[in-house]
Structure formats: C-alpha cells, structure tokens
C-alpha cells in the first residue's frame, strides 16, 4: 500500500486513460501542489503522447500500455480512472486491491452490484474514492446545501433538472464504446448521472421509488438519446429529470432547481454561462433574492480557488481528495455517492424497461447490459 503519512511528500498518481476528460485531469494536477504525475497509461500510446504534450510540465512523465503493470511497478497514493466507463469496475478494484485512492470518473460502475462491491472496499479499506461528479464541486452548491438540510428554506417539496447536452454523430462515432449499453449507455447514465447525484443531494434525502420513459429520438446510438423519470425521495419530496444528448450540439444547458416551503433556488450552465436565482421569503411576506449573499460567502470561506473550480471543476476534485487522504475525512462526492447514484439510474433503466414504478434502492442487481434489445 502507498505510504501517505508522510505529508512533507507529495501524493503519487497514476491515470489510467488517455482520452477526453484526462486532460482536464492533467491539468488540475499541474495547478496543485502536492500531487506528483508518475505515470499515464492507454493501450493506444499515441493518445498518452498527445496528452501528455497538451499539458505543460508532463513531457517526462512515463507510459504504459498495461495499467496492472504501471500499479505493481509504482504503488501510486491515487489511481485516476479515466477509461470508457466499462471498464471503471475492473481497474478501479484492481488498483483498490493494490492499496491506491481512487479518482473514479462517472459512473461509478455498469451495474448495482459492482458498484456496492467498490464501495464496501473502500469501506473495508478505508482507502478514499473521489467521484467525479463534477457539479457538486462547484461553486455555491455546496453552501446552499448546508442551508436547505439545516432547514433555512423550510420543507424541501420538489426539485427538478435538466441536461440538455446535445451531440452529434460526431461524438458518437469518435469512440466504439459511446452510446453502447454495456460500455456507456445513453444520456442518462453518462451525460446526467452526476446532475441526479447533485439534485438528490441537494435535497437531503434518498431516492426510494424511481418512475421512467426513456427513447431514442434522432442519434444512431444502442442506448437512450433521451430520458425522463420521476423520483420520489423519503423525505416525500419529488425529483423530476430530464436528460438529453438530442438537442443541438452548440446549445450545452444544464439546470438544477430546488422548491422549499419557504425558498427557491435555480442555478446551471448556458452555453458555458452560468446563471444563479435564489429567493426567500422573508418572515414580512416580502421576497430577497439570496445571489450577492452566496457569492460573498463563497469569496469569504474558499477564497478564489472555489471560483476557478467552475473552470475546471476536477481541480476541486483532486485537492477535495488530497485533503481526504490526508486528513482520514470523506471526500464530497464519495464512494457512497457513487454507489448510490448507479442504484438510482440502474433503477431508472430498470422502470423504463418494466414499464412500472420500481422501488430504491434495487434489491436485485441490475447491469446496463440488462437493457440489451430494448430499442429494437
Ligand atoms: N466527470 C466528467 O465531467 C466527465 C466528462 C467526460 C467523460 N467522463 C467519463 O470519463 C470516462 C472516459 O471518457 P472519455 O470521454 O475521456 O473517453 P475517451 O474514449 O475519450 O478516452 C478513453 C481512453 O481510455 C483508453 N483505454 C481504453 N481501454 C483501456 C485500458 N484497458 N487501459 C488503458 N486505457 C484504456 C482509450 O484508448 C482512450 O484513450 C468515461 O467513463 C466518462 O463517463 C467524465
């Protein structure tokens, strides 16, 4: 296991995947310090060659090809998993069994009970898993969540999202494994997971009945294209999602909004915009508008870091995990996050195939390649 009680050196790291979203990695870990880059691994090396020359300050950095070999060799304090989602199972419990950390890009797993496995490891191990799960790293959302769960706004009565990312054949056809429901699924599991994840969070409660319609409107793709689903929390709170990768490719929108007794608030991304509008009602009847005062608060307690995480949310991420392996506290978007958010979705697919409310979480396990057929 990797040795990280002695904080004065930094913390190993080897990524394993050099595709897309590593390069936002590579970039997080440049601006940390701390954190010191060992080793990248692909089975294409011209694609960790590419990425390691995007980033400054990597050109030393080693290769491999065999992600088994660059864990036994270096004992990294943290593997990054940036491969196509399913393979996060395999390596992620490979590198747990060697004794790393864990950044494990979204979704955690394929299916429920591979994702309760990685997470009762690292519950045996007490070795930590940051989630990417990007939106709860953002600025705000953090600060909100604290007020809502201490009651600020009052009863939560509902929440909805939507994630309208559109892409095009394009995207589909840059990599085998897009689209397809054993290695990815659709715009659910890959393009709204972590905005579910966020939105459940938010509202302080666990989904325990999921309701869903999921179709294929215009990409060429195995899975969903879009999906709509309806949750009912215990709190008694409903959760409505939309999730697409069908609209326009140039017109990116997430936005999350949370209903309380007394308070409203709506934030997300427009074309890479991001918008905010909080409201409470004041004891006099009267509405505020809460924005000004969230932003001053964030300033004041993560000072500009928690600014620049909007640009790069995986920059919150990795210091979110250094800080976790070092202090022995749970990162934000931790294994529990992740587990919880593969149940919920399985559970989604799991409704739309039976064409019934199912209950959460599942009892039975549930894959994504459980879906196999369903559009045809
Ligand atoms: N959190 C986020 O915001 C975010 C954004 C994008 C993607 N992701 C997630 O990141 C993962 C990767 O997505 P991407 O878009 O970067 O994919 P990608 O296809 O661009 O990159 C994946 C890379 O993994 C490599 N690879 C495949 N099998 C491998 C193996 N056995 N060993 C080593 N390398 C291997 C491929 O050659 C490729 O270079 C997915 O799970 C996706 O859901 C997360």
Redesign the pocket.
């Known amino acids: 296991m990797a040795d990280n009680t002695n904080q004065s050196s930094p913390l190993t790291v080897v990524l394993?995947?050099?595709?897309?979203?590593?390069e936002?990695h590579l970039k997080a870990i440049s601006k940390l310090k701390g954190l010191e880059l060992k080793a990248v691994?692909?089975?294409?090396p011209e694609?960790a060659k590419r990425l390691l020359g995007s980033v400054k300050g990597f050109a030393n950095v080693k290769i491999y090809?065999d992600?088994k070999l660059a864990i036994e060799e270096i004992k990294p304090s943290i593997v990054s998993v940036?491969?196509?989602?399913g393979?996060?199972f395999q390596?992620a419990k490979y590198a747990m069994e060697n004794g790393s950390n864990l950044l494990l890009?979204?979704?955690m797993t394929m299916s429920v009970s591979e994702a309760r496995e990685i997470f009762e490891l690292s519950q045996k191990t007490g070795l930590k898993i940051a989630m990417?799960?990007?939106y709860r790293y953002l600025p705000i959302v953090g600060l909100v969540r604290e007020d809502i769960a201490e009651g600020k706004y009052g009863k939560v009565t509902h929440g909805t999202i939507y994630v309208r990312w559109g892409h095009g054949e394009d995207y589909y056809s840059?990599?085998a494994?897009?689209g397809t429901w054993k290695s990815?699924g659709g715009a659910l599991m890959?393009q709204t997971i972590?905005a579910i994840d966020l939105l459940v969070w938010l509202m302080g409660s666990e989904p325990e009945q999921a309701s869903a319609m999921i179709a294929q409107r215009v990409r060429n793709i195995e899975a969903e294209d879009l999906g709509m689903a309806v949750l009912r929390l215990e709190n008694g709170a409903l959760a409505q999602i939309e999730g697409t990768t069908a609209t326009i490719p140039s017109k990116h929108t997430a936005e999350f909004s949370v209903f309380c007794e007394n308070g409203q608030l709506s934030m997300g991304l427009d074309s890479g915009k991001p918008h905010l509008n909080i409201f409470t009602v004041k004891p006099n009847g009267k509405t505020k508008k809460l924005n000004g005062y969230y932003i001053r608060k964030q300033l004041k307690e993560g000072g500009l870091f928690s600014y620049k995480c909007a640009l790069n949310?995986?920059l919150g991420i990795y210091k979110d995990l250094q800080d976790s392996i070092i202090s022995g506290k749970d990162p934000i978007a931790d294994a529990y996050a992740g587990f919880s958010s593969v149940d919920t979705l399985l559970g989604i697919y799991k409704s739309a195939k039976e064409g019934k409310p199912v209950s959460l979480p599942l009892e039975d396990d549930f894959n994504s390649v459980d879906m196999t057929g369903f559009f045809n």
């Open positions: 394993i995947g050099c595709g897309r979203v590593a936002k691994v692909d089975v294409n694609s090809n992600y940036t491969v196509p989602s393979l996060h390596i890009e979204k979704p990417g799960h990007i840059s990599a494994w897009r990815d890959n972590h949310p995986h």
